[in-house]
């Protein structure tokens, strides 16, 4: 039996809302048609993404979450969703990779940056300029940028002052969505609203959420008349299909 596992902890929401969200993509009539799903938060053990990325810290957060797919893998997980888009930066997920290797894990890690550009590819294939919002560590490190140019497609990413804003609207500790997520605050949500409005200004035919904190925050299929592509749902959708793909609910 197929089960997903959740890697929680970076951000504790984060987790969460991945869990709701695989279960609203999910095609049910009873609780018993609910797909198995493992969560395991440990906030705690995991270093900040955006922290190592910029040089602010030298504990790279792939060894801790190895562990935590290592704990999952031991309770029956078999395909693992990390809802952290940062985690996927080459630097972490390649050494994520390698200690799975060596740990002879049977479990399948679901990239959400391929997911996301792949979801984009198939359910609006007209679109080509794709703006970003995410952290300064996905932002610095071309995350989405790289990825995006490799397929085809014209990344459109904030203004540097911009960008600093919207880390500021994640990360701050009296306003920011780490620290106040329920509720997340007015600032917040319009610092993110002001982001999606450069974009489009610059552009932008689409955006993508490329943070967790802000798909949790944004919770709208389109702003501005512009589609939001939500990175936790599309990871939800990716976990569902690789397991039980005739419970995935179609694209709205």
């Known amino acids: ?6 890697v929680g902890g970076i951000g504790p929401y984060a987790g969460l809302d991945l869990c709701d969200k695989i279960m609203k993509e999910t095609l049910v009539k009873s609780d018993q048609d609910h797909l198995p799903i493992a969560l395991l938060s440990l906030p705690e053990k995991i270093e900040d ?7 602010q810290s030298n504990i790279n957060p792939a060894f801790a979450v190895s562990e935590v797919i290592h704990k999952l893998s031991r309770i029956g997980a078999t395909h693992i969703g990390i809802p952290c ?5 080459p630097e972490i997920f390649n050494i994520l990779t390698e200690q799975i290797e060596i740990k002879e894990l049977n479990v399948k890690v679901v990239n959400m940056i391929d997911e996301v550009i792949s979801y984009i590819n198939t359910n609006h294939g007209s679109i080509n300029k794709i703006g970003i919002l995410s952290t300064t560590g996905t932002f610095q490190k071309r995350i989405y940028y790289n ?13 540097d002052v911009i960008q600093e804003e919207i880390h500021e609207a994640i990360y701050n500790e009296k306003t920011g969505i780490k620290s106040k997520s329920s509720p997340i605050t007015k600032r917040a949500k319009n610092t993110l609203v002001n982001g999606v409005r450069y974009l489009k200004e610059n ?8 943070c967790t904190e802000i798909a949790y925050a944004m ?20 976990l569902i299909n690789y397991t039980y793909p005739a419970k995935l609910k179609p694209v709205d």
Request: no cysteine.
């Open 1 to 6: 039996m197929n089960t997903i596992g959740v």
């Open 203 to 210: 552009g932008a035919e689409g955006i993508i959420l490329g």
């Open 147 to 159: 990825a995006l140019i490799e397929k085809g497609y014209m990344p459109v990413r904030p203004s």
């Open 49 to 55: 993404r955006s922290r190592f990325l910029l040089g």
């Open 85 to 89: 888009n940062t985690m996927h930066a």
């Open 219 to 238: 919770p709208y299929k389109k702003l501005n008349d512009l589609p939001l592509f939500n990175s936790t749902q599309i990871l939800a959708r990716a």
